[in-house]
């Protein structure tokens, strides 16, 4: 079971011209800070992590306050137990491996648990490099050891700054199952910053999307992947719907496998992973077309029928339709068609979806777009 | 064989506890002076960054008679530290360890600011997250990594108050067992009519001397650097 650990934060932070204000809650699970770089969000958990000091508002973890302007609080960042893994991994270069990532514990009372110490070196898979010294280690195994000797402090909350930032996308594919491993196995919650929507959509329960400082919305991923107002940030041409689907067959004839989701079925090209699986997918605005009236002979074998809820404003050659199939879809068409088949809100239309164009490597990242959610 | 005298042996002992306790001295003040230097910002900061260098760039006889003005029995300080302490450092061995360490002052200072710019404070902010206080951040992680420009401050240092020459003779005078370090007894040596050998012994002691302090700092320095590769 996770653990609820509430997280609260209400702060104000200026620096030159730029001016943080964000009022984020959350708990347990993983949240992913998503924006732009320089919407604020490394400033944003360096104060969390106390590295930097807000000019006003609190934070609190649990019923834990770790910064009160109020009531002049403020507690130094070794005194917060939280874990900080940085976007350049930050190994300490005169320690080995293992040095480093047993850092930590001279400063922490207890003795280290040796199942949890195992149960980190194998997660993170740092047997064979115990010995060895920061400077040999490729970025993806630098990362991974800065991950686990920020997980050996014991720490309440995890912060990550774009920990794939710097890798190359091999290196990324490397590290993701590690990441997404520490997210089902730990019971520490994660604050994840990125700005790679992919990464996001694959990693996050929670999302909190910033813009020039500000918190401009919050919420579930699937939420706010399928809010047309949020595309503009969340991403134009990489973004879409996001589903929670679940494998329910695999059709060897073909080398397809059928996903369900709310009273749908969704045949894509195989992916390997066993059937009852659940899986997080993304569906882009591009690969959905639509149609007034119902195709019969279609090379695209997955066609929903759906309501449109909304169409995003005119303005450009291409409108966004939010559509409505028991759960939400986005399709990406031009203005021309909009006009031309004399769409509306409310009006029943007809989705479809190109099976080919939903494949692992749809993302540019060189792994699977959808996630394990169990 | 090469048998040293005890003159060239007292010379020898004076030289190595006055660069000795010159060292003593600059090894802390230096830490303390490259970090406000390379870690502060306030007001005032290149003046002190001058005062600091001014040794360097000082004809070191300027640096000895200042050093007289203000610690011989009439000076300032000089009477402070008699009246307190009863205590005297003008003409004496201590004296040369404070005009020595002085005119090494500022190498030592360049050293250990140069390697503690070098260090990305980064690593220290890492560590305050993993639970270090500063005080346990400094030992662990910024001392550790500025070892190199400890070591070549420390060897810059040593060598630099061996051969201190200008300051000396100026503040603390030349006296056979209490002041005449090597290069003193040298000096002495090439003033006496029959002193050319006795002034080529020195010469070859001076050289082996510093030549084994380079030595056994390169040693060790690349030690210490195959560690933080």
């Known amino acids: 079971m996770q653990k609820k650990l509430y997280i609260n934060i209400d702060i104000k932070r200026k620096k030159d011209d730029f001016m943080l204000s964000a009022k984020i809650q959350t708990k347990g699970g993983l949240t992913a800070f998503f924006g732009r770089s320089g919407s604020g969000k490394t ?13 006003s508002g609190t934070i609190t973890i649990g019923d834990q306050v770790l910064f009160d302007s109020e009531s002049r609080i403020n507690v130094a960042p ?7 893994v940085f976007q350049e991994g930050r190994l300490f270069p005169h320690l080995n491996v293992k040095s480093n990532l047993l850092y930590a514990r001279r400063f922490i009372n207890t003795a280290l648990d040796p199942v949890m110490f195992k149960t980190i070196i194998n997660l993170l898979g740092l047997e064979h490099l115990l010995n060895r010294r920061p400077s040999t280690l490729s970025g993806g195994e630098k990362q991974r050891v800065a991950i686990g000797r920020a997980l050996l402090a014991e720490p309440q909350l995890l912060l990550m700054d774009e920990p794939l930032a710097s890798l190359d996308s091999e290196r990324k594919a490397e590290i993701l199952p590690f990441i997404e491993n520490l997210r089902d196995h730990l019971k520490t919650p994660i604050l994840y910053v990125s700005h790679a929507i992919d990464e996001v959509i694959r990693l996050a329960d929670i999302m909190v999307l910033l813009d020039h400082g500000s918190v401009i919305a919050q919420g579930e991923v699937e939420d706010l992947m399928s809010r047309l107002d949020l595309r503009p940030l969340t991403g134009r041409y990489e973004a879409g719907a996001v589903l929670s689907v679940q494998i329910t067959a695999h059709d060897t004839e073909y080398g397809l496998t059928e996903l369900s989701f709310s009273d749908h079925k969704l045949m894509i090209p195989h992916i390997d992973l066993p059937i009852g699986a659940h899986l997080r997918m993304r569906i882009r605005a591009r690969d959905v077309s639509l149609s007034t009236s119902k195709p019969i002979q279609t090379s695209i074998l997955n066609v929903f029928e759906a309501k449109i809820i909304e169409i995003s404003p005119d303005g450009s050659s291409q409108s966004e339709i939010l559509l409505d199939m028991g759960a ?14 004399n769409m509306k809100v409310g009006d029943t239309i007809y989705a479809m979806v190109k099976a080919a164009a939903i494949d692992r490597h749809s993302l540019g990242l060189g792994g699977t777009h959808v996630r394990q959610t169990n | 064989m090469f048998a040293l005298t005890p003159f060239e042996i ?19 003040m230096g830490l303390l002076a490259a970090w406000v230097l390379a870690r502060c910002d306030f007001y ?23 050093l007289l003005v203000l610690f011989g029995k009439q000076g300032a300080l000089g009477r402070w530290l008699w009246e307190t302490f009863e205590v005297s450092i003008a003409f004496s061995w201590k004296g040369a360890a404070v005009a020595a360490g002085i005119m090494a002052f500022p190498l030592m200072v360049r050293s250990i600011r140069l390697s503690l710019e070098l260090v990305d404070t980064g690593l220290e902010d890492a560590a305050r997250t993993l639970g270090a206080s500063p005080k346990w951040v400094f030992i662990t992680i910024t001392l550790p990594l500025i070892l190199p420009g400890l070591l070549t401050g420390t060897i810059l240092t040593f060598a630099r108050s061996l051969g ?12 056979p067992g209490e002041t005449q370090t090597l290069p003193l007894a040298l000096y002495r040596l090439t003033q006496a009519p029959d002193g050319d050998l006795g002034a080529l012994r020195l010469v070859v002691i001076s050289v082996v001397i510093s030549l084994a302090a380079l030595i056994a700092s390169e040693a060790l320095s690349r030690r210490i650097n195959n560690r933080l590769r």
Not at chain 2, 10 to 25: F, H
């Open chain 1, 43 to 55: 400033t944003l958990i360096d104060l969390i992590s106390g590295l930097d000091t807000p000019d």
């Open chain 1, 78 to 84: 070794e005194k917060r137990n939280i874990g900080y």
């Open chain 1, 328 to 341: 939400p879809l986005i399709a990406r068409i031009t203005r021309k068609s909009v006009v031309e088949l």
């Open chain 2, 10 to 28: 007292g010379a020898i002992q004076l030289s190595l506890k006055v660069a000795g306790l010159a060292l003593l001295g600059c090894l802390p």
């Open chain 2, 44 to 66: 005032g900061k290149s003046l002190l960054n001058g005062f600091i260098h001014l040794p360097l760039v000082l004809p070191p006889v300027v640096v000895g008679y200042l």
């Open chain 2, 164 to 175: 201190e020459f200008g300051a000396t003779i100026t503040f603390v005078s030349n006296i």
